[in-house]
């Protein structure tokens, strides 16, 4: 397969009408429609949609990925929805990411080119991962955007003395550990990132409480009608306003916030950290290994002891063969019989045995060749 492209988009607020799934038809013959997702895939050729139209027109959340390195995630927002000034401190840099104005809704395209993800990826199970994001940064919870910027801090395009957006990212939702993996962050930088808490959500449970009754009655009434009326984001908003009021009464000094340069310093730290303890874990796996092997050839060279000469008369035999699977077993028998002969101070007897081998099957250039280690 020279190239793969996987094209998948969802619809969240609003389900696709028959003429939407007949003009999306247009668009791909093989392409995978349903009331709320379009997906495809291309070992050749070109998907012949504008994603960009899509997303204007149907969808609200729009993944991409190419075995060449590039991935995309686009995610449709309601624009009264989006505090894009508050976004702002996030998006300083336009390196990984953008806004566009599509009507009464924003687009935000994240973007990165140029990795190499590893293993073979088709891409299927990305989107319904990344999908609670949305609702997510709907809520009020901005921490997709600190991810953005920290692919930022990864290429070095942000400024070593900038703070970072939020005091702290973790604990991280699936979600959010999901999108680090499909941008490939750099897993140290994330782990120091997350080090310390952002804690909209541990806030929430018992802050919420006091925040929802302290709202008047006209503001109470006024969400309960919204939500008889079917609105779909009352509870995100509602969400969204009782973690800024949370925010408020919890800010951070400016002081207290980490910059580029420290979380790059501190991800530096965690790696060797964790490469010192890989490289322990390996040894101590060697060596375990290396015990259970020697425990193993000792069972082994008992046997080949009780059994005397039977045991050169199996080496003859795996010989005869005349394949590659019996000159192994031919040559891993006269090994053991060497370390067995190191044992038993007879290492003369067991060489004038083998030179007697060499002689007799010196025709044999595949089996002579088994026998260099043994010298």
Request: with cysteine; net charge negative; glycine share 6%.
């Amino acid at each position: 397969m020279s190239e793969y492209q996987y094209y998948e988009f969802q619809a969240i607020d609003r389900p696709l009408s028959d003429a939407d799934r007949r003009a999306l038809r247009d668009l791909s013959s093989r392409a995978r429609i349903t009331a709320t997702s379009f997906t495809n895939s291309y070992e050749w050729g070109d998907f012949k949609g504008d994603p960009n139209e899509l997303m204007e027109r149907w969808f609200d959340l729009h993944l991409y990925l190419a075995n060449w390195g590039s991935r995309r995630l686009m995610m449709r927002l309601p624009t009264r929805l989006v505090d894009r000034d508050r976004l702002g401190t996030f998006l300083r840099n336009d390196e990984h990411s953008m806004f566009r104005i599509a009507g009464e809704n924003v687009i935000l395209s994240i973007w990165r080119d140029e990795l190499e993800p590893g293993d073979w990826d088709d891409g299927e199970s990305w989107l319904a991962i990344l999908s609670p994001l949305r609702a997510d940064v709907l809520a009020g919870d901005l921490r997709l955007f600190y991810l953005i910027w920290l692919m930022d801090v990864e290429i070095e395009a942000v400024e070593p003395d900038e703070p970072e957006p939020t005091p702290g990212l973790g604990p991280l939702t699936d979600a959010l550990e999901a999108f680090a993996e499909f941008f490939c962050i750099d897993r140290d930088l994330l782990r120091a990132a997350a080090e310390q808490s952002s804690a909209p959500d541990g806030l929430l449970p018992e802050m919420a409480g006091r925040i929802v009754a302290a709202m008047s009655d006209a503001e109470k009434t006024s969400l309960l009608v919204r939500i008889f009326n079917g609105e779909p984001h009352v509870p995100a908003e509602l969400r969204a306003w009782v973690r800024a009021r949370s925010e408020l009464q919890t800010a951070t000094s400016p002081g207290a916030l980490r910059t580029a340069a420290d979380l790059l310093t501190r991800a530096r730290e965690i790696r060797l950290a964790r490469e010192r303890a890989e490289a322990e874990h390996a040894e101590a796996q060697r060596r375990l290994e290396a015990e259970l092997a020697e425990k193993a050839r000792e069972v082994r060279l008992e046997v080949i002891r009780r059994r005397g000469e039977s045991v050169w008369s199996d080496v003859e035999d795996e010989i005869g063969r005349r394949n590659p699977a019996g000159y192994d077993k031919a040559a891993a028998l006269l090994s053991d019989l060497l370390a067995l002969a190191e044992k038993q101070d007879s290492v003369e007897e067991f060489r004038l045995r083998l030179q007697s081998i060499r002689e007799r099957h010196a025709g044999k250039g595949r089996f002579i060749e088994r026998l260099a280690t043994l010298g």
